[in-house]
Nanobody
């Protein structure tokens, strides 16, 4: 019911850009707020951005002004456009359904690796 597959990660130099995609299966997608999360090695998983079903967005201070979350309900897909990437953005990025400030609906998938390095 809550199958999510992330893609689009890769290796990029500081200042570069990447666009991540998250494809959802099932009919639940359009109902919920969606979020992007990231986890660096040895660190906790943190929420990066969220977008409601109506398109309202929220960003972590660390990415505000650089990242843009969007969604296409017809395609059951949420995107994360990442610009002006910094080495500290290096992490595995995950998407999930957002239930609250510290809660998600689905299990965590494999994510997609983003590495920012010169």
């Amino acid at each position: 019911q809550v199958q999510l597959v992330e893609s689009g990660g890769g290796l990029v130099q500081p200042g570069g850009s990447l666009r991540l995609s998250c494809a959802a299966s099932g009919s639940i997608f359009s109902i919920y707020t969606m979020g992007w999360y990231r986890q660096a090695p040895g660190k906790q998983r943190d929420r990066v951005a969220t977008i409601t079903r109506g398109g309202s967005t929220n960003y972590a201070d660390s990415v505000k002004g650089r990242f843009t979350i969007s969604r296409d309900n017809a395609k059951n897909t949420v995107y994360l456009q990442m610009n002006s990437l910094k080495p500290e953005d290096t992490a595995v990025y995950y998407c999930n359904y957002v239930l609250g400030p510290n809660s998600v609906l689905g299990s965590w998938g494999q994510g997609t690796q983003v590495t920012v390095s010169s």
